[in-house]
């Protein structure tokens, strides 16, 4: 952190404050943000804010990123999708033609678009290869046939990153990204918002391609079979904004215990005062310790360009283990309290599990982990 940092997250916190935690309830039943908050939000240069200004970014690094996330995750939120349209924006800017950036990145920086990547299958979830859903060129453009599920955005998205087979001949080598845009595409149809566990106001939906179409421009980068290295390329990214938010979730977690235990009694005295919780909030303060040291070294190697695949498994897979471990903990800790979806640590709880789950099954990054043994 520096002084323009923290200055800067003086500004995220009350962007958060006053347009995201008074509304997460309404989110929850409607099961999907306001669609003008993405506007609010780009309005402030929140949506991309490491993204360069040339291409209407707000011109910081990761570390300005992370602190969005942060601040998004201290509060609680599941519900805003930033962290797709993120993901989005960065494929984008390091694998999209000039004009690709040129045309997409402004309008996502803006809030006018909202972002989307379809990559799951019913029948292809981390392997990728797998993937059944296709696009085919013709004279006018690419006709894109299947069907995606578990689409985070799924519901406002604007602008969808499909994942496509071109050449199903080819295996990996066949493999595209696609830039879908949702509007007037009559072959586009958005499915229905899936009932999740938890994480019930984010938009996750199933998506349905029917001869949707898809210019020739719009093949990412420009040029086909590339989608399996654009995607290699990417997902640590990815998979280090999930490390990212469990840190923070952790360490809200384990604030809230502290708050709770130090004024719920039990037996004549305060849970705190108890040696068994005082040893678990040892051992959690530990453990939240050691992986905010981890995040903010990735956050480092992020800036400097030199994050790989391996360390970014690392970062997904152990801290969000981590955080289910920890909230698992902090519910005990509250009791029957803790079961209630009233306090913030039961919410927590069944937002967190699937943290393991996508980005990449954690047994995925443990796979990649190995291979580089």
């Known amino acids: 952190m520096t002084p323009e940092l923290e200055t800067f997250r003086d500004a995220v916190h009350r962007f958060v404050a006053h347009e995201v935690t008074p509304h997460q309830d309404r989110w929850r039943k409607q099961q999907h943000v306001d669609r003008d908050l993405w506007n609010k939000a780009g309005e402030l240069g929140l949506l991309l804010a490491d993204v360069p200004e040339e291409y209407g970014g707000s011109g910081g ?7 969005v996330f942060e601040e998004l995750a201290w509060s609680g939120d599941t519900a805003f999708g930033l962290h797709v349209h993120a993901i989005v924006a960065h494929y984008l800017l390091n694998q999209g033609t000039e004009e690709q950036k040129r045309k997409y990145l402004p ?17 292809a979830g981390s392997d990728l290869k797998s993937i059944r859903t296709s696009a085919v060129r013709g004279s006018g453009g690419y006709l894109l046939n299947g069907s995606k599920t578990f689409i985070s955005n799924g519901y406002l998205a604007d602008l969808i990153l499909v994942v496509a087979k ?9 493999v595209s990204l696609m830039l879908l845009e949702t509007h007037d595409n009559p072959g586009f149809r958005v499915g229905r918002i899936l009932e999740k566990v938890g994480q019930k106001g984010q938009d996750t ?11 020739l421009e719009n093949v990412l980068g420009g040029v086909e079979g590339q989608g399996f ?10 998979r280090t904004l999930v490390g990212l938010a469990a840190v923070a979730c952790i360490e809200r977690a384990l604030q809230l215990t502290i708050e709770h235990t130090k004024t719920r009694k039990a037996f004549g005295q305060a849970l705190i005062e108890m040696q068994n919780t005082r040893f678990v909030l040892a051992e959690i303060k530990t453990e939240a310790t050691i992986a905010r040291v981890f995040i903010d070294r990735c956050i480092e190697d992020v800036i400097a360009g030199r994050m790989d ?9 152990w801290i969000s283990d981590l955080q289910c471990k920890v909230v698992d903990q902090c519910v005990q800790l509250f009791g029957g309290y803790g079961y209630m979806l009233e306090y913030p640590i039961a919410q927590m709880y069944v937002d967190a599990r699937v943290q393991r789950i996508y980005g990449g099954a954690n047994e995925i990054m443990k796979e990649i982990i190995a291979r580089s043994l």
């Open 205 to 215: 939906c199933e998506l349905f391609f029917d001869d949707a179409h898809v210019p």
């Open 61 to 67: 690094n990761f570390a300005h990123q992370a602190v």
């Open 229 to 238: 290295a654009q995607l290699m390329t990417e997902l640590p990214y990815e």
């Open 107 to 123: 309008r996502l920086a803006s809030g006018e678009m909202v972002a989307a990547i379809a990559m799951s299958e019913p029948g």
């Open 309 to 317: 695949a391996v360390q970014a498994s690392m970062a997904k897979y």
């Open 166 to 174: 071109t050449d199903p001949r080819a295996g990996a080598s066949g």
